[in-house]
């Protein structure tokens, strides 16, 4: 599970929401996130007054992975899950290693 967490200011108040992420790993370990292009646009309002956020807050997580395969050591980067899967080829193990059932959603704190 990777988690991200992000405050916005809306009516005088202070919301907390987390990023909650899961996967099935097949042949790799170590799954992270890197660099700080893993964001996504999200416009906020306000559940209590109602008030729309005009601007628009940029998170991305489907991108920009790295993972290590697990008896291999391989490295494996730039994964893209924008399509809720990757495989690929570890010739070192000489296996397929895969990520897939990618589940990820937001929660207040």
Request: glycine share 8%; with cysteine; hydrophobic share 35%.
């Amino acid at each position: 599970m990777i988690g991200c967490l992000s405050k916005f200011e809306l009516c005088n108040k202070m919301v907390k929401i987390a990023l909650q992420f899961k996967a099935c790993l097949e042949g790799i370990t170590k799954l992270e996130a890197t660099g700080e292009d893993f964001r996504w646009y999200l416009k906020i309002k306000c559940n209590s007054c109602g008030t729309d956020n005009d601007n628009w807050i940029y998170i991305t997580l489907l991108s920009g992975f790295t993972a290590i395969g697990i008896d291999s050591g391989t490295p494996f980067t730039d994964i893209d899950l924008n399509s809720k899967e990757w495989t690929e080829y570890d010739e070192k193990e000489g296996a397929p290693v895969s990520i897939f059932e990618v589940e990820h959603q937001f929660k207040k704190l």
